[in-house]
């Protein structure tokens, strides 16, 4: 008997501290959860605002607003919605989809007129008897470029009108960004161009008269340099693609360097420094290989007697470190902090008055894709050469390379 009391009191015990442990739990995570109902609102309409965010961010299509248009809805409490363009509805969702025609034509004339309109039940006429509909709220977007109309099944309240206006402006605020997207994607193509275009015709003269000039004095040399050239040639006026990788990149560099050693002979030294987890790395199209350009021509094709160039890249966890440094003339810094886009921008000012491939257009360039974090900066000063360094993160949303 007395064993039988002590088990019994033993799972009394034992049954407490459960209960107990299992109401720590319960608070425990009763105060890790969002407690309040003002919190759990705060969440839920920053949650679907980032739902309707990730379309609207590639512009004001069908497809966009169709991924979009359930997200809207829910913003404003509408019965049904549409977003329009200026002449049609690119999408609708909810209630009172018979009415897309009317929706369309308020729509296109909130954009005529730029500012918001409310309908009553006598604007919307309908033959349908049991047509939930009865007053809307249309909202221009921001740049005029559409309308949101949002359909009430009543009298259209001041909660509506305040809902689909503020709504409508933060699509128009998302339609801007994305058109600031596709400026700044035009723009970096734009630049690439403007590298090419100033690439090749200092590079191409120069490059050429070294060939010729092995022509008959070792033939074997100039067929070899001849192929060097033309593969440089290939991946510099590629057709495709904002983002190469580092690999391709440098294995460009090489073929370049190739062609100006037998230009300059042993004046010219190269030391690599490659980490081969990093040869993988994206990062933006002839973002590097303008920077060993300018080391050659601008720092030590006027240094008397040998110049070396230094290519670095090392593994620095989350990100590749890369720089390019040479031991030529180097440049005073106030100068080139001074350059503007209408003179010479580069990384040595040039005196020739030759086309310049500009350091601004790296910088901006990786700024433009990783964030204004991943600039280069830039150690020099007269006859102590020049060091340009950059971080690329190895992976950022949206870069990719099409090799």
Known sequence: MGGNLAAAAAVAVLAAALAVAVYAVVRLRSRRAIATAAQRATYDVLHIAALAAEPLRNGLTD?????????LRTLTGAAGIAVTDATRVLAFDGAGDHHREQAAAAGAK??????????GGDELPCDLVDCPVRGA????????????????????????VQATAETARWVGTQLALAELDTSRARLARAEVRALRAQISPHFIYNALTAIASFVRTDP???????????????YS?????????LAEELRSIDRYLT???????????????????VLPVTLPFLCLQPLVENAVRHGLSRKPGMGTISIVARDAGAECHITVEDDGVGMDPAVLLSADDTT??????????GQHVGLRNVDERLRSVFGDGFGVVVETAPDAGTKVSMRVPKFHPGVRSTQ
Do not use: M, N, W
């Open 237 to 245: 006026f590629r057709a495709h693609g904002e983002f190469t990788t």
């Open 63 to 71: 497809v966009a607003a169709g991924k979009a248009v359930r997200h």
């Open 344 to 353: 010479d921008t580069g990384q040595h000012v040039s005196g020739d008055g």
């Open 137 to 160: 709220v249309v909202v221009p977007l921001a740049q005029r470029e559409g309308a949101l109309v949002a359909l009430s099944d009543g009298p259209p309240a001041p909660g509506l």
């Open 220 to 234: 074997e040399l100039a067929r070899e340099l001849i192929l060097e050239f033309a593969e440089f040639t290939r």
């Open 259 to 277: 062609i100006e050693r037998a230009r300059f002979g042993e004046r010219l030294q190269v030391r690599l420094q490659i980490a081969p987890e």
């Open 110 to 119: 909130a954009v005529v007129a730029g500012r918001p309109t409310v309908l």
